[in-house]
């Protein structure tokens, strides 16, 4: 019998954790961006193609935090935005609880998918309708999925989603601009659980914030974590955040997932060449007074990017293998990375195989 809970007064089955929740395969996403038809037939141009997603491979287990870090442009946020059915994937597939979403026909079917998965975006102060007052804001999912309709118990569900959030029922009259940044994105979350989610796609949540406030909205997306056994995709191109916030990690590189690892060992030991160069910019995690070097070299564009292993032209280590042949993700030293030179055993590695060069001093 699985666990049940109750929430706002409805009874949910509370399922294993460990589970897979989210499943992608091959996922895609590919943007036109060629220049008008006319100035395209004249001048004899093909259509341009942007590829933010290029083929990934991507599993959320029931109850982690699974985050998505890269620099900016790598498509990170198109998989956020692909994962709750804001893009239509160009290929691949999507599995939520095991339903392709590409099967689900009409509102009826897409509806429950819509209640379980919600997001979270950066800017709190875009997401929040300025003329709605907080009540109105926090209720519209509830009424949207008809959780509640009892005037008088909607009124107690979106106090209760304050209190949770850690602000006031009194603060439900107000409006969105009599509110902090930190206060705001709080209202963001209260709305995001509103409609008793399972799966939260969290975009940059604390980048518009103060270094002090981020910190307070981590820890309560933890806490609420923890309460309620919310599973969470997180994108971040901050390491810093990545480290306190995951159990797993994902590295972004054009388009594509380049290495996969549990939080500890990703920073402890980064395989693959691209997330060495991305630990290299951040602050000293454990004040071991390691030397930082910035990161080298420019990411080029997803319009045309290089061929075989797009990190090619910034990589060390590369071949005429690595030019010519895109590397697939495998797994090596426990955890999953795409590198020819890993697979080759190329990197000097210790007396346990894995490579010098990954290991932080
Ligand atoms: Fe470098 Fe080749 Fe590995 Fe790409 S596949 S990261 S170019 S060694």
């Not at 985050?67 to 893009?87: F, I, M, N, P, W």
């Not at 997306?221 to 995951?246: C, M, P, W």
């Not at 030397?291 to 990190?311: H, K, L, N, Y």
């Not at 030179?341 to 007396?351: C, G, M, Y």
Request: charged share 25%; net charge neutral.
């Amino acid at each position: 019998m699985p666990e049940t809970k109750t929430r706002g007064g409805v009874e949910f089955a509370r399922p294993a954790a460990g589970e897979t929740l989210v499943r992608a395969r091959d996922l895609a996403c590919h943007f036109e961006v060629s220049a008008p038809l006319l100035t395209r037939l004249l001048e004899r141009r093909p259509r341009t193609m942007l590829k933010a997603v290029d083929g990934i491979d991507l599993d959320v287990r029931r109850g982690e935090t699974f985050s998505v870090v890269g620099e900016s442009g790598c498509g990170k946020s198109t998989v956020a935005r692909l994962l709750v059915g804001l893009y239509r994937p160009t290929g691949g597939t999507i599995e939520f609880e095991g339903v392709d979403l590409a099967a689900l026909r009409g509102r009826a079917e897409r509806a429950p998918f819509h209640r379980k998965v919600q997001m979270i975006f950066q800017d709190p102060y875009a997401s929040l309708n300025p003329r709605w007052r907080v009540r109105d804001i926090i209720a519209e999912p509830i009424r949207t999925h008809r959780l509640l309709t009892e005037p008088a118990a909607l009124r107690r569900r979106v106090d209760e989603l304050l209190s949770q959030v850690g602000l006031s029922p009194t603060d439900a009259d107000k409006f969105p601009h009599e509110f902090s940044g930190g206060q705001r994105q709080r209202i963001s979350i209260a709305r995001g659980l509103a409609s008793e989610p399972e799966f939260l796609v969290c975009d940059e949540p604390t980048s518009a914030l103060d270094v002090s406030v981020q910190a307070q909205i981590l820890n309560l997306l933890k806490d609420l974590q923890r309460e309620y056994g919310l599973t969470y995709l997180f994108i971040s191109h901050n390491l810093a955040v990545i480290y306190h916030i995951s159990d797993r990690v994902g590295v972004m590189y054009l388009g594509r997932l380049v290495e996969v690892a549990e939080v500890g060992d990703l920073f402890a030991r980064p395989l693959h060449p691209y997330t060495r160069l991305l630990l290299e910019t951040v602050p000293d995690l454990e004040m071991s007074g390691r030397d930082r070097q910035p990161m080298a070299g420019e990411v080029p564009s997803p319009i045309d990017p290089p061929t075989g292993c797009a990190f090619h032209p910034r990589c060390p280590f590369a071949n005429d293998r690595c030019r010519s042949e895109r590397p697939r993700l495998r797994h090596a030293h426990g955890a999953a990375v795409a590198c020819h030179a890993i697979e080759e055993a190329r990197l000097p590695v210790d007396s346990a195989g894995v490579p010098l060069e990954g290991r932080r001093a």
